[in-house]
């Protein structure tokens, strides 16, 4: 189940999301918070340099839209994100520019890149927004989702 639409590459960008299927993102985040329930999202991300609208991985671009992307939807109620790098498209890791799911610079491959993104961005959401605010539910100790194997979607 898709919690964003797909057509017309909006998959793409973290700003569309699946109504049809969640017609109350608001509604279900409260009813999992009054039911202690935590929740997490697959991402299946692009990267911004694949669409041509700013750098590499540690660009500025790339930054600023993979963190106001992923912390836009913890700040609604989710709870932590699953890296889903095993999908026709992904994140590379720095210094490489390519969409696909195998990128390597130096050993260090997409999958563990991405986790390691992942992992930090709950990280510092937790430290700078949960935690500050009391919230020992969903805040604490953060927490990703990672296949650590090589794609087999295709």
């Given at each position: ?21 969640f ?25 911004v ?86 919230d ?19």
């Amino acid at each position: 189940m898709n919690w964003r639409n797909t057509s017309n590459n909006q998959d793409h960008y973290y700003d569309h999301p699946n109504t049809a299927l969640f017609p109350d993102f608001v509604e279900w985040f409260e009813y999992l918070k009054a039911h202690k329930l935590r929740t997490y999202f697959n991402d299946h991300p692009f990267p911004v340099a694949g669409r041509d609208a700013g750098g590499l991985q540690t660009s500025p671009e790339e930054i600023s839209f993979r963190w106001n992307g992923l912390s836009e939807w913890m700040s609604r109620g989710l709870t932590y994100w699953w890296f889903d790098h095993n999908w026709g498209f992904s994140i590379p890791p720095p210094f490489v520019n390519t969409t696909h799911t195998d990128g390597e610079w130096e050993g260090l491959d997409n999958a563990a890149w991405g986790s390691h993104v992942y992992f930090q961005s709950v990280e510092w959401y937790d430290k700078t927004v949960r935690d500050p605010a009391g919230d020992t539910w969903y805040g604490g100790r953060p927490m990703t989702l990672t296949k650590f194997g090589k794609p087999d979607w295709r």
